[in-house]
């Protein structure tokens, strides 16, 4: 059993790692019909996480985590969020997802302390952790059997001049908790996968997006991209769209492949068949087109990778 101490130690150390949080800033989606996908079966399973497990999402407040943990309970896994006290599944969001009710679904395990006991973890956060707050927060976990972790194109590549200095990429802080992780790994005996993003573009917040022309701007791009592209040496640039990156991030959980970078693109390379996969209802009369792959378009994506 977990110490008091140690129980003390996940429960601030939770807090630190989706710092800065607001009681209304935690967001899924409410239940819809279910858009499925298949586990992959042309890559080793030993990796792999089955469907029916519980998956701890951090943070959950962003949106990038909030599409997470929405295409988890959509897939049959079991979500499980950090929220602070007094947060009910009746609380209103932050993010409420274009189309869906402002307040948590069934299937999605709320804790305001302790985790139970979880078998992966997607860290989803749109800026890099800070490295012994994530160090600290993995050692608290009981039973975990592997983390996917978000980071960002470009850190293989962290000593040219053109990423080096530019401030707002953050290339070295990225590049800091990719090798926190893996060193984790390593101490701990847990498995990893990363997913390396460009920009973080639109998703399905048009509405709440309090900015209307970074709504139009994302709604637009959403719109215009249908296709992607995957690299396992870092070797490509863009912008990723939200919805791809929290179906990179799913489909990490389930492939036995380290790392590996996702960008979108408007044509070309692999096209994306799977039209508004959340299944978002018409918001205001308006319908959300978005596209996201297959699970064959991975599979295309990932043989064509290099």
């Given amino acids: ?16 790692l989706a710092a800065p949080w607001q009681a209304e ?8 019909p279910r858009l499925t996908y298949q586990t992959s079966t042309a890559t080793c399973l030993r990796m792999s996480i089955e469907k029916g497990s519980r998956i701890a999402v951090v943070p959950a407040y962003e949106r990038t985590g909030i599409c997470v943990t929405k295409v988890l309970a959509d897939n049959s896994f079991k979500p499980v969020v950090q929220v602070p006290p007094g947060f009910t599944d009746k609380s209103p969001l932050r993010w409420p997802i274009d189309g869906f009710p402002n307040h948590v679904p069934e299937g999605v395990q709320l804790v305001n302390d302790q985790l139970p006991v979880v078998k992966g973890l997607i860290i ?7 490295s012994q707050q994530l160090r600290y927060f993995l050692s608290a976990i009981q039973g975990l059997e592997k983390v996917v972790m978000m980071s960002r194109v470009g850190v293989d ?14 290339i070295g802080k990225w590049f800091e908790i990719e090798e926190t992780l893996k060193k984790c790994s390593e101490e701990q005996g847990f498995e990893y996968s990363i997913v390396r993003t460009g920009q973080l573009q ?4 048009y509405n709440s997006n309090p900015e209307f022309q970074s709504a139009l701007e994302g709604n637009l791009f959403d719109f215009e991209h249908q296709a992607f592209q995957v690299s396992l040496a870092d070797r490509i640039d863009g912008s990723t769209s939200r919805d791809l990156a929290s179906t990179a991030l799913f489909e990490a959980l389930q492939r036995d492949v380290r ?6 693109k408007k044509e070309g390379f692999v096209p994306c068949s799977v039209k508004n996969h959340m299944q ?20 295309q994506a990932f043989s064509q990778a290099s």
């Fill in 1 to 16: 059993e977990t110490s008091p101490a140690m129980q003390g130690r996940q429960a601030a150390l939770l807090l630190l």
């Fill in 157 to 170: 590549r962290k000593d040219e001049l053109l990423l080096k200095f530019n401030p707002f990429l953050k």
């Fill in 124 to 130: 989803a956060t749109e800026d890099p952790a800070d």
């Fill in 259 to 264: 790392t590996f970078s996702v960008v979108s």
């Fill in 280 to 299: 978002c209802p018409p918001a205001n009369t308006k319908s959300r087109t978005v596209y996201t792959p297959s699970s064959s378009e991975w599979e």
């Fill in 25 to 32: 800033s935690f967001m899924l989606g409410a239940s819809s």
């Fill in 202 to 205: 639109g998703g399905p917040f």
